[in-house]
């Protein structure tokens, strides 16, 4: 009896021990993630003092003719599959215009005036639809 009672005690610890776990990381993962993001309010003014002088409306540098000035341009680039041209694909991390502003690469990234500016546009593009 008193050892069917210290292996229920025992369950009981680690399912509470196992749910604290769980609930940390759920946490973690759901902390940094803005839902309330828009390309004019938040994006367009890192493209505007970052990019446009390269990727702009009468500047277009580069292979891919891309102008990042305005929604209406931005849209060309918007597509539901990866592909060329489309370099935003909404809720999809592995789209282009985010693999050329990972940081570890320090490509289009080495641009941006702050970290904090990636993690913007990545939650634009992964969990904002990147609405207007
Ligand atoms: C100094 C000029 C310059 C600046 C500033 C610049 N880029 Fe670029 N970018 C280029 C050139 C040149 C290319 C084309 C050659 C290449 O693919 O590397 C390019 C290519 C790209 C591509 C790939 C397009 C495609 O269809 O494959 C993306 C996406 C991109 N840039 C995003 C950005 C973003 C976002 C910023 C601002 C944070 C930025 N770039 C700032 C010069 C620049």
Redesign the pocket.
């Known amino acids: 009896m008193r050892l069917l009672s210290s292996i229920k005690y025992a369950l009981i610890i680690s399912v509470v021990l196992l749910f604290q776990f769980c609930s940390d990381i759920a946490s973690d993962a759901l902390a940094p993630e803005k839902t309330d993001l828009t390309y004019t309010d938040d994006i367009k003014p ?2 505007d003092r ?2 446009i ?3 702009g409306e009468d500047v277009q ?4 003719a ?1 102008n ?1 000035s305005s929604y209406e341009s931005i849209q060309n680039y918007i597509g539901d599959v990866p592909s060329y ?1 489309i ?1 935003i694909v909404p809720g999809l991390e592995t789209s ?2 985010l693999i ?2 990972k940081p570890q690469y320090n ?2 990234y080495k ?2 005036d702050d970290p904090e500016e990636y993690n913007l546009i990545y939650d634009w593009v992964v969990f904002n639809e990147a609405a207007e």
């Open positions: 890192v493209f970052s990019c002088r390269c990727h540098n580069g292979n891919v891309l990042l041209g370099i282009t215009l050329r502003l490509d289009m641009y941006l």
